[in-house]
């Protein structure tokens, strides 16, 4: 998406990315893949295993994983303003409901229905984040890699079974990432 932007198209990413930030609950693993639905299914703006590269890099970056995510999805597809619009976009409602929230903060804090909604929310956010697990999986699936299976099974193990730190986890996933993908590279530059 290399050709010039207009004002209809920023208008549609930012009231895309604004919709999603303001009714998604649960955080990054949440808004990922409605992010996915929206500009890979949707409107066709990304591919679907740049969708997933985009998505493993706002996982290992510090910060929001949600914001992070926006952050490379705006650039990706209109540069650096398209990059600063999505992320305003991604923490405008967090803001406002933090701030509306925080004006009312003593009704909220001993209101039943408000704390019986936060357990229903948390129903929610764990079936969203099984379909990513699922999605993912699926991804890793169709690409049929030993290497992929291992470094997921991998990474699984080490956090369950053994209970190694998840930072660990994270910076060893992404050097053998980094290194499948410098090993594909040269292997496609011989042939």
């Known amino acids: 998406m290399n050709e010039t932007k207009d004002l209809k198209f920023y208008l549609k990413l930012f009231s895309s990315t604004f919709t999603l930030s303001a009714f998604t609950f649960g955080g990054g693993y949440v808004i990922i893949p409605l992010m996915r639905k929206k500009f890979v299914e949707q409107y066709g703006w990304i591919e679907e295993e740049e969708m997933l ?41 967090p803001l406002i409901t933090l701030t509306v929230i925080s004006c009312f903060y003593t009704a909220f804090r001993d209101s039943r229905a408000v704390s019986a909604v936060m357990k229903g ?49 994270i910076f060893c996933c992404g050097v053998l990432g980094a290194a499948r993908t410098l090993w594909q590279r040269r292997r496609k530059g011989r042939a």
């Open 53 to 93: 590269d985009l998505t493993a890099i706002a996982q290992s970056s510090p910060g929001a994983m949600a914001v992070n995510a926006a952050i490379l999805i705006g650039y990706r597809l209109a540069g650096v303003p398209g990059a600063l619009l999505t992320v305003l976009a991604t923490v405008l409602p």
């Open 121 to 169: 929310m948390q129903a929610g956010v764990a079936a969203v984040i099984a379909d990513v697990v699922v999605t993912m999986t699926q991804a890793v699936a169709r690409e049929r890699s030993v290497m992929g299976w291992l470094i997921l099974f991998g990474a699984f193990f080490a956090s369950t079974l053994l209970d190694v730190n998840i930072v660990l986890i």
